[in-house]
């Protein structure tokens, strides 16, 4: 008698909690060995973010539950399409403070469209502004908009801490454990369909992994019959010719390690290494006359950028692969995980690379720089499309919660990039704004929205679809300050030029002619020298020995990199500096250069 199987994913917007939940779930059955978390990826914990999809299975009550955290970030939603697929319900967690969020709205109407019929968790409830009634509501009327069934509307709810591992069926219960989320869990999540005699198998690979040993791994929901270890079997997809493989090794979970089986059976999770080519949304069965799975659709990309070799005068000095086939090479094996990015060649030594967003491609450029790799990259833009003879671009949807004080400057900022306000609920000393508008209004708006509010707004965005272009936008109003000169920059240079701007670099950081160290309030481009020094003479005189004081410049990170640059500016992105350049480098080619 096979074990019953419970599949759920956790969904919600970013940080509400989901990740500290399903920790605390493996802790509370024992399958969590010492700090084991969900986010195990360097860059997941130094950012607190989920990033990639993954899987831990606890046993409660004589029961498997295999369970899928999902990231909360817009620009990581591939991760959460495919992966509802595979599951059987879903625990919606929302923060009782926040209340329902673009990205809880757009897991929630994936869910409710493959039928599914999710657990409400509201989360956080000792926030000091909790209400977790009015979240409830919330969540209702969000349910109702998204045209849930009347069978979908009638939710159970878990009240819940989850950074205490402690939750409850109703307010009024004492908190004691997480056992009320695991019993909601088994008293209304189907069991998955065990074997029956004679079926064949059906799997679906829903995620990919990858083993420098192994080659490329598949994470597969097994829908019918059973799969064994060293099993030879076909690999099917729509319109494709059919594959062969064989089952090298069989993994199954235990928190979140993996464990090596003989044999899983339906409605069972598994890893399976052996298959090289195979890809998400890929049926694999062992009788070649199966039906196949239907597919599994992904939203496609809204913005794009190009990847090129690094052609500075520092290239090479850091980087370890710095060659156009190395750069393909990476950015093919991303892609093999990675089912929200494209990427085609553009010609020499260039890449276009698509994805969900700036973070999303920003993650990307970051793994590459540590990993030591060294390379430029154009301006982010948007992709337009021609749809029956119409020009189309991206629009999102745009949440702001910001403290009443900032609302002015919010809305003159995005009115002038395009969008329309379209809602606004006060509450306390609070306002939520909510606004539609073009994709290319939002590139570059984040760090100025951080400092217009002082770093106490919160912004969100969910992709809603193609619309008709919407015209000119002006976004920036600061110009470039471009080094004339190569060498190291001198403080007696840089505090004359600080007052024309923002620096990037401090004193001491080498410079090349054509690199970009700061920028101009004014708007103009300028070329300056930061290498000059100070005229030295015998003669002393009041006031030329004044002390230098630099103000605190202002380093480029990637994310700042890609919001600030202009549209002929390159970021560059070594293993240790990250320097922002003009396409060319010397004031003469950049005269002469055509005007787009």
Same mark, same amino acid.
């Given at each position: 008698?096979?074990?019953?199987?419970?599949?759920?994913?956790?969904?919600?917007?970013?940080?509400?909690?989901?990740?500290?939940?399903?920790?605390?779930?493996?802790?509370?059955?024992?399958?969590?060995?010492?700090?084991?978390?969900?986010?195990?990826?360097?860059?997941?914990?130094?950012?607190?973010?989920?990033?990639?999809?993954?899987?831990?299975?606890?046993?409660?009550?004589?029961?498997?539950?295999?369970?899928?955290?999902?990231?909360?970030?817009?620009?990581?939603?591939?991760?959460?399409?495919?992966?509802?697929?595979?599951?059987? #319900?879903?625990?919606?967690?929302?923060?009782?403070?926040?209340?329902?969020?673009?990205?809880? &709205?757009?897991?929630?109407?994936?869910?409710?469209?493959?039928?599914?019929?999710?657990?409400?968790?509201?989360?956080?409830?000792?926030?000091?502004?909790?209400?977790?009634?009015?979240?409830?509501?919330?969540?209702?009327?969000?349910?109702?908009?998204?045209?849930?069934? !009347?069978?979908?509307?009638?939710?159970?709810?878990?009240? #819940?801490?989850?950074?205490?591992?402690?939750?409850?069926?109703?307010?009024? !219960?004492?908190?004691?454990?997480?056992?009320?989320?695991?019993?909601?869990?088994?008293?209304?999540?189907?069991? =998955?369909?065990?074997?029956?005699?004679?079926?064949?198998?059906?799997?679906?690979?829903?995620?990919?992994?990858?083993?420098?040993?192994?080659?490329?791994?598949?994470?597969?929901?097994?829908?019918?019959?059973?799969?064994?270890?060293?099993?030879?079997?076909?690999?099917?997809?729509?319109?494709?010719?059919?594959?062969?493989?064989?089952?090298?090794?069989?993994?199954?979970?235990?928190?979140?390690?993996?464990?090596?089986?003989?044999?899983?059976?339906?409605?069972?999770?598994?890893?399976?290494?052996?298959?090289?080519?195979?890809?998400?949304?890929?049926?694999?069965?062992?009788?070649?006359?199966?039906?196949?799975?239907?597919?599994?659709?992904?939203?496609?990309?809204?913005?794009?950028?190009?990847?090129?070799?690094?052609?500075?005068?520092?290239?090479?000095?850091?980087?370890?692969?710095?060659?156009? &086939?190395?750069?393909?090479?990476?950015?093919?094996?991303?892609?093999?995980?990675?089912?929200?990015?494209?990427?085609?060649?553009?010609?020499?030594?260039?890449?276009? $690379?698509?994805?969900?967003?700036?973070?999303?491609?920003?993650?990307?450029?970051?793994?590459?720089?540590?990993?030591?790799?060294?390379?430029?990259?154009?301006?982010?833009? $948007?992709?337009?499309?021609?749809? !029956?003879?119409?020009?189309?671009?991206?629009?999102?949807?745009?949440?702001?919660?910001?403290?009443?004080?900032?609302?002015?400057?919010?809305?003159? &900022?995005?009115?002038? &990039?395009?969008?329309?306000?379209?809602?606004?609920?006060?509450?306390?000393?609070?306002?939520?704004?909510?606004?539609?508008?073009?994709?290319?209004?939002?590139?570059?708006?984040?760090?100025?929205?951080?400092?217009?509010?002082?770093?106490?707004?919160?912004?969100?965005?969910?992709?809603?679809?193609?619309?008709?272009?919407?015209?000119?936008?002006?976004?920036?109003?600061?110009?470039?300050?471009?080094?004339?000169?190569?060498?190291?920059?001198? =403080?007696?240079?840089?505090?004359?030029?600080?007052?024309?701007?923002?620096?990037?670099?401090? =004193?001491?950081?080498? $410079?090349?002619?054509?690199?970009?160290?700061?920028?101009?309030?004014?708007?103009?481009?300028?070329?300056?020298?930061?290498?000059?020094?100070?005229?030295?003479?015998?003669?002393?005189?009041?006031?030329?020995?004044?002390? $230098?004081?630099?103000?605190?410049?202002?380093?480029?990170?990637?994310?700042?990199?890609?919001?600030?640059?202009?549209?002929?500016?390159?970021?560059?992105?070594?293993?240790?500096?990250?320097?922002?350049?003009?396409?060319?480098?010397?004031?003469?080619?950049?005269?002469?250069?055509?005007?787009?």
């Amino acid at each position: 008698m096979s074990q019953e199987i419970r599949n759920i994913a956790i969904i919600a917007h970013v940080d509400h909690g989901k990740t500290t939940l399903t920790d605390g779930l493996m802790e509370f059955t024992g399958a969590r060995e010492g700090d084991a978390s969900m986010d195990n990826n360097a860059l997941e914990q130094e950012r607190g973010i989920t990033i990639y999809a993954k899987n831990t299975s606890v046993e409660y009550k004589g029961t498997k539950i295999n369970i899928v955290d999902t990231p909360g970030h817009a620009d990581f939603g591939s991760e959460v399409e495919r992966v509802l697929r595979s599951i059987d #319900c879903v625990l919606l967690v929302v923060d009782a403070q926040e209340g329902p969020m673009p990205q809880t &709205r757009f897991v929630l109407k994936k869910s409710l469209e493959l039928g599914l019929k999710p657990i409400v968790i509201i989360n956080k409830i000792d926030k000091p502004a909790a209400d977790p009634d009015k979240c409830e509501e919330d969540v209702l009327e969000l349910f109702l908009e998204l045209g849930a069934s !009347d069978e979908q509307s009638n939710f159970p709810v878990v009240y #819940c801490i989850g950074r205490q591992k402690v939750a409850k069926l109703k307010m009024e !219960d004492e908190l004691v454990d997480l056992s009320p989320v695991l019993d909601t869990v088994l008293a209304h999540v189907p069991a =998955a369909k065990g074997v029956v005699d004679g079926e064949a198998l059906r799997a679906q690979v829903f995620n990919l992994g990858y083993d420098n040993f192994l080659g490329r791994l598949a994470v597969a929901r097994i829908y019918d019959g059973s799969i064994k270890k060293g099993q030879q079997v076909f690999i099917k997809a729509e319109g494709e010719a059919v594959k062969k493989g064989k089952v090298v090794k069989l993994s199954g979970y235990r928190g979140v390690k993996q464990v090596e089986v003989e044999e899983a059976t339906a409605g069972d999770i598994v890893l399976i290494a052996g298959l090289s080519d195979i890809n998400i949304g890929e049926t694999i069965t062992d009788n070649e006359a199966a039906e196949i799975l239907p597919a599994i659709s992904v939203d496609e990309p809204t913005v794009a950028m190009q990847f090129s070799v690094n052609s500075s005068p520092f290239a090479g000095r850091e980087g370890k692969y710095v060659t156009s &086939r190395q750069i393909g090479e990476r950015l093919e094996k991303e892609m093999e995980i990675n089912v929200g990015l494209q990427v085609e060649a553009a010609g020499g030594d260039a890449y276009d $690379v698509k994805g969900r967003g700036e973070m999303h491609i920003a993650i990307l450029l970051e793994n590459m720089r540590r990993e030591g790799y060294e390379l430029s990259v154009s301006q982010p833009k $948007v992709i337009i499309k021609e749809i !029956d003879g119409q020009k189309m671009e991206p629009f999102e949807e745009v949440t702001v919660d910001v403290p009443s004080e900032f609302q002015g400057s919010v809305i003159e &900022r995005l009115s002038n &990039r395009g969008f329309l306000m379209m809602n606004m609920i006060p509450h306390e000393n609070q306002v939520r704004l909510l606004f539609e508008g073009p994709t290319r209004g939002l590139l570059g708006f984040k760090n100025q929205f951080i400092i217009d509010t002082k770093g106490e707004g919160i912004l969100a965005s969910r992709f809603l679809e193609f619309r008709p272009y919407a015209g000119e936008i002006k976004k920036r109003q600061v110009g470039s300050m471009i080094s004339m000169a190569n060498g190291k920059a001198l =403080a007696f240079a840089l505090f004359g030029l600080q007052d024309r701007g923002e620096l990037y670099i401090g =004193a001491g950081t080498e $410079v090349y002619e054509g690199m970009v160290f700061g920028n101009t309030s004014k708007g103009e481009e300028m070329t300056a020298n930061p290498t000059k020094g100070k005229q030295l003479t015998n003669m002393r005189a009041s006031g030329s020995d004044d002390a $230098v004081n630099l103000v605190p410049h202002r380093p480029v990170t990637i994310e700042i990199g890609l919001e600030i640059m202009q549209e002929d500016e390159l970021l560059e992105v070594c293993p240790v500096s990250i320097r922002l350049r003009k396409r060319y480098l010397t004031e003469s080619e950049r005269k002469r250069a055509p005007k787009n």
